[in-house]
């Protein structure tokens, strides 16, 4: 490769991880604007999986019966039901699912209270799980209080983590082309 093709395809490169940079700014921000519409969307593409993953099993079922259980043709059944239900009251399928982690992140932290208290005497960094079982207990305790949290809570991690990201495409590109631009200075 010569030096010229070599600094024309890192300036491209650049532009390119400037242009996703951009987009997932703009993404991120849209996402933090709107975390209601996006867990809706999130819902939605959650029914639409369920219902096809459904309608496949019981197609799959019927093409062959004697070589499937019908363990398949209802779980199929309960797959496609549970993709109209989410379909039908997207707002109820986010606090079951809220209530769903909520549920099992108090359990999962209250073990792991009774689990460092157990080993008070054999570890040295029983403090450390102790304060992980009561942040896990806590966090939660405030889903179910408000199941919907919960989701709002990972749109705006979602958010965040996709402007972060953005950024460092940016400054990424903004670098390749600086590069190319500085190689082909030095070229001539």
Avoid: Q
Avoid at 22 to 51: E, K, Q, R, Y
Avoid at 60 to 73: A, E, G, I, T, V
Avoid at 134 to 150: D, E, H, K, Q
Avoid at 173 to 181: E, P, V, Y
């Amino acid at each position: 490769m010569s030096d010229a093709s070599g600094r024309k395809m890192f300036k491209h490169s650049g532009t390119a991880l400037l242009f996703r940079g951009i987009l997932a700014v703009l993404f991120g921000f849209a996402i933090a604007a709107l975390p209601v519409a996006t867990l809706f969307a999130l819902i939605m593409v959650f029914a639409v999986f369920a219902i096809a993953d459904g309608l496949t099993n019981v197609a799959h079922y019927f093409y062959d019966p004697s070589r499937h259980s019908r363990w398949s043709l209802v779980g199929g059944f309960i797959s496609i039901a549970a993709g109209l239900v989410a379909a039908a009251w997207p707002g109820m399928t986010a606090a079951v699912l809220g209530v769903v982690i909520g549920l099992w992140a108090l359990v999962l932290g209250v073990s792991e209270i009774i689990l460092a208290f157990a080993a008070r005497g054999a570890v040295n960094g029983w403090p450390v799980w102790l304060l992980t079982g009561v942040v896990t207990a806590l966090f939660g305790l405030l889903l179910l209080v408000n199941p919907g949290l919960g989701f709002l809570g990972i749109a705006g991690f979602l958010a965040a983590f996709t402007v972060i990201a953005g950024l460092l495409l940016i400054v990424c590109g903004i670098r390749l082309r600086r590069g190319s631009a500085t190689a082909a200075l030095y070229a001539h």
